[in-house]
């Protein structure tokens, strides 16, 4: 089974993740899990994206991926492209290669987190071992986020679930409700992107 934790910055997915580590295996988020590399392809990002989803893929553990192997797409949609990442034709050929290769498809569950802007503010305060310097910038994705993951979910064969995360506790709780009733199912990961590739033309 992987998992994958999205939702706002500072939300908490990663505090959630270490209350979960003794249950799954937890693969960081690009920056966090090849901290002290330096990218040298215009394609680093994307690559460490698929080497996050292959080390879920070895191991015989349950597996959260802390943030979205598919990121880069959703991200760089909502910021119309910038010119220093790779443009959306070249986003598409590279996810859909991937997927061709079976070196990628999407987590069995997508966990969503909300919370309120306070929340975050607070989280952002408190939490000294992160920087955030982007926090101002990742608040203005939070709605197109969700149109994103509310298309998966009513559009696609993809599991998305959506989890208010006020309470740490209360929500270690949903969590592992929701992965616990969760069944792996079949999926066309190539039918899927389409669909999301479609939708994001529009």
Same mark, same amino acid.
């Given at each position: 089974?992987?998992?994958?934790?999205?939702?706002?910055?500072?939300?908490?997915?990663?505090?959630?993740? *270490?209350?979960? $580590?003794?249950?799954? +295996?937890?693969? #960081?988020?690009?920056?966090?899990? %090849? !901290?002290?590399?330096?990218? /040298?392809?215009?394609?680093?990002?994307?690559?460490?994206?698929?080497?996050?989803?292959?080390?879920?893929?070895?191991?015989?553990?349950?597996?959260?991926?802390?943030?979205?192997?598919?990121?880069?797409?959703?991200?760089?949609?909502?910021?119309?492209?910038?010119?220093?990442?790779?443009?959306?034709?070249?986003?598409?050929?590279?996810?859909? *290669?991937?997927? $061709?290769?079976?070196? +990628?498809?999407? #987590?069995?569950?997508?966990?969503? %987190? !909300?919370?309120?802007?306070? /929340?975050?503010?607070?989280?952002?305060?408190?939490?000294?071992?992160?920087?955030?310097?982007?926090?101002?910038?990742?608040?203005?994705l939070i709605e197109p986020q969700k149109k994103y993951f509310k298309f998966l979910q009513e559009e696609t064969t993809v599991e998305v679930k959506f989890v208010d995360l006020m309470n740490l506790k209360t929500a270690r709780e949903e969590v592992l409700a929701l992965i616990e009733a969760t069944k792996?199912?079949?999926?066309?990961?190539?039918?899927?992107?389409?669909?999301?590739? /479609?939708?994001?033309?529009?």
């Amino acid at each position: 089974m992987i998992v994958c934790f999205e939702g706002p910055s500072a939300v908490g997915k990663s505090s959630l993740s *270490k209350l979960l $580590s003794d249950q799954h +295996l937890i693969v #960081p988020e690009v920056n966090l899990l %090849f !901290e002290g590399e330096t990218p /040298n392809s215009k394609f680093w990002y994307y690559k460490k994206q698929i080497e996050r989803y292959q080390i879920c893929l070895k191991t015989n553990q349950s597996s959260i991926l802390d943030g979205d192997p598919f990121q880069p797409l959703w991200y760089n949609w909502i910021y119309d492209f910038p010119k220093q990442f790779p443009n959306f034709e070249e986003t598409v050929t590279f996810y859909a *290669k991937q997927i $061709s290769l079976e070196q +990628l498809r999407f #987590p069995d569950l997508y966990i969503i %987190f !909300e919370t309120d802007l306070d /929340n975050l503010y607070q989280r952002k305060e408190s939490d000294k071992s992160r920087k955030r310097r982007n926090f101002e910038k990742h608040l203005k994705l939070i709605e197109p986020q969700k149109k994103y993951f509310k298309f998966l979910q009513e559009e696609t064969t993809v599991e998305v679930k959506f989890v208010d995360l006020m309470n740490l506790k209360t929500a270690r709780e949903e969590v592992l409700a929701l992965i616990e009733a969760t069944k792996k199912q079949e999926q066309n990961p190539s039918d899927v992107f389409e669909k999301i590739k /479609n939708w994001i033309i529009l």
